[in-house]
């Protein structure tokens, strides 16, 4: 959704498209308020994303498009603050939600919030441009999807199949061929969902490279922590989350000032000191942690992570953004953020992989196995930082 969504934007306006994700929001958010089975609620959960996929592009381009010129790493920065925000508040909210009323009220809450951001967004203004609409490649959709879920599938399974047995070698041959089919159509078709054109800009290219990787680090590193938590140190799940919540709090706190940074100074020197910290804490983390609770450990490894998405989230949209033509910001982001999800459910998918693979012989070391996935992943995207050039953009 996020690849079409992303031509959507450019296509018929960011605005327009923003409004009607806000929409599918708020209806998906009252259909799992109201959903009377498990399967009915994945529908709606579905329905949910699908709206989330439409807005992410949308409101990078309306934070470039309204936000000062030459501050766009900054603009990015400031979303990214109220990102974090949210991602360290929510969860007490939500807590406090569920144990006093029921899970529904989770979903209930956010259909007045969705109706009032919606009533923010009627605005007279004029300057939204009409544009001619595109023409949606279905083929291109279904080889993504397909693509992607059969690459994946066999990674998450891996604890039950094994990489070398018939199935997952069978399905990663399927990925394979498809994904090359999508890549090799991106070519001759304009309405292609991966605008591979966009490829031609360097730091292009390296924001989409590094993304992946971080993809893997910054989602892996979410369940790695909180499965560690909970199976081995015995923390409860609400106890785990809280704690879990330090690392979009300490996000919160750097986004702007990195985002000033970025556009003062470039990418490189913002983007490898928060790799090189996030890294190194959690390589710490990984050779220290033990079966008893360690937070003098733990504590600065989630703060190095906050310091590390704070650094590397926002300044790969910004990478994205500041790379290409104004008529593509929607179509760029898009890709990076694209990426991004494929490298978070690779990055799930690899520390379910190795819990399961390693836990027959000792859980505590299939546990630990799992966090070294972030500083691993954290170095790959901090090698491919090392390549950005200084941000170039005058297109507006």
């Not at 009915?40 to 709206?51: C, E, F, K, P, T």
């Not at 949606?136 to 992607?148: E, H, K």
């Not at 990055?347 to 693979?357: Q, T």
């Amino acid at each position: 959704m996020l690849l079409q969504a992303g031509r959507l934007a450019d296509s018929s306006g960011p605005l327009k498209l923003y409004k009607l994700g806000i929409k599918l929001f708020v209806a998906g958010m009252l259909l799992s308020t109201l959903a009377p089975s498990i399967w009915l609620l994945v529908a709606a959960r579905s329905l949910a994303a699908a709206s989330q996929a439409l807005m992410g592009p949308a409101a990078v381009a309306l934070v470039i498009k309204y936000g000062e010129i030459g501050k766009e790493s900054e603009s990015i920065g400031r979303w990214g603050l109220y990102t974090a925000v949210a991602g360290f508040t929510a969860p007490l909210i939500v807590t406090q939600l569920i144990s006093t009323f029921t899970w529904r009220s989770l979903f209930a809450l956010q259909v007045p919030i969705g109706l009032f951001v919606l009533y923010c967004l009627q605005t007279n203004d004029g300057s939204e441009e009409i544009r001619k609409p595109i023409k949606i490649d279905r083929v291109g959709s279904v080889l993504t999807i397909v693509g992607l879920t059969t690459l994946i599938l066999p990674i998450v399974k891996s604890g039950d199949w094994g990489f070398t047995s018939l199935k997952p070698l069978t399905l990663f041959s399927i990925a394979l061929v498809l994904l090359t089919i999508l890549i090799k159509r991106s070519l001759t078709l304009d309405n292609s969902p991966l605008q591979t054109q966009l490829f031609i800009h360097r730091n292009f290219s390296l924001a989409c490279a590094m993304s992946l990787f971080a993809g893997i680090a910054f989602y892996a590193h979410w369940l790695a922590i909180l499965l560690f938590m909970v199976e081995i140190w015995e923390f409860t799940l609400i106890e785990a989350g809280l704690l879990l919540t330090i690392m979009p709090a300490s996000m919160s706190l750097f986004s702007v000032w990195f985002g000033k940074l970025a556009d003062s100074r470039g990418y490189r020197p913002i983007v490898i000191p928060g790799l090189i910290t996030y890294s190194l804490l959690f390589l710490i983390m990984w050779v220290n942690i033990d079966q008893d609770p360690q937070l003098l450990i733990t504590i600065p490894a989630l703060i190095g992570s906050g310091i590390g998405m704070a650094s590397v989230w926002p300044t790969l949209t910004s990478i994205g953004a500041n790379a290409i033509e104004d008529n593509s910001i929607s179509s760029g982001t898009s890709i990076i953020h694209t990426i991004q999800r494929i490298g978070g459910a690779l990055g799930i998918a690899i520390v379910l992989a190795v819990i399961s693979g390693l836990s027959g012989s000792d859980t505590f070391f299939a546990h630990r196995s799992a966090i070294l996935v972030m500083p691993i992943a954290g170095a790959m995207t901090l090698l491919l930082s090392c390549f950005l050039d200084a941000p170039q953009r005058d297109f507006r």
